[in-house]
């Protein structure tokens, strides 16, 4: 079987600037991937390059079988995000039904609004069901939780039963233990539904106990492979090119320390 996505010698650029070049890349249906590294890495522009919206200046990519942006309509993407304020009164199942028809436009032929209707009625109340959102879907999303708003923006990228879903640091705004639930659900949707997911996150910690694979980016750079391959004293220091020491916690959990916040060596996000 195909890979779900595809990057082989992979290289960006920004005007003058190289991003990263030399990327390999291969994700398979149904793995949970953490996009990861320090802030200006190029982690929010893998997901552009993934979206289509971002060309290579270098090497290849295969996305859904498809080159980048053929393929949009078989993805859900939660770009990054502030909570939304008190004052945002739409309902949070409101917010979700956009993900399904949000882009739709002009009037619908005759006979066909009511089975349309019915049909979306029927997905937003499955995906709120499969987010764990049921008990306050329908409340305002300005009074919701922060990890109660997260989950319903989950639903909205859900809404279209996408093969692979793109999340650009989702848990940047929670506190511990909703990161720890949002994961969790994150991570029971690449099983049971075989979604392949790219999480971009900046603190690997809260994500390792559920990850199948990594994708790190520093200095214009890239490693990936699974956790216990890439997340080691020796391959974090490489990359980095300064010392990053991964410890071992008495449960068996890994724990990244030391990993520098500094600008990337090229490049930044968006």
Known sequence: ??????????????GDATVWSGVDVELQAGDFVGILGPNGAGKS?????LLGLQPLQAGS????????GERRDRIGYLPQRRSFDESVRVRGRDLVA?????????????GAFGRRRAAARA??????AEVGAGAYASRPIGECSGGEQQRLL?????????QLLLLDEPLDSLDLP??????????????EDGITVALVAHDVNPLLTYLDRVIYFARGHAVS????????????????GSGVEVLRRSDGRLVVVGQPDMPAHHGHDH
Do not use: K
């Open 61 to 68: 990519a295969s996305v859904l079988g498809s080159p980048p």
């Open 123 to 128: 997905r937003i109340d499955a995906v709120i």
């Open 45 to 49: 522009t893998f997901l552009e390059v």
């Open 98 to 110: 956009l993900g399904l028809d949000g882009t739709r436009w002009g009037t619908p032929l005759p």
């Open 178 to 191: 909703n990161q720890a639930s949002v994961s969790a659900l994150i991570q029971r949707l690449c099983r």
């Open 154 to 162: 989950i639903a909205q990228a859900l809404a279209r039963s996408p």
């Open 225 to 240: 492979g699974t956790p216990a391959e890439v997340i080691t004293t020796e391959t974090l220091s490489a990359l980095y």
């Open 1 to 14: 079987m195909s890979a779900a996505v595809s990057l082989r010698g992979a290289a960006v650029a920004r």
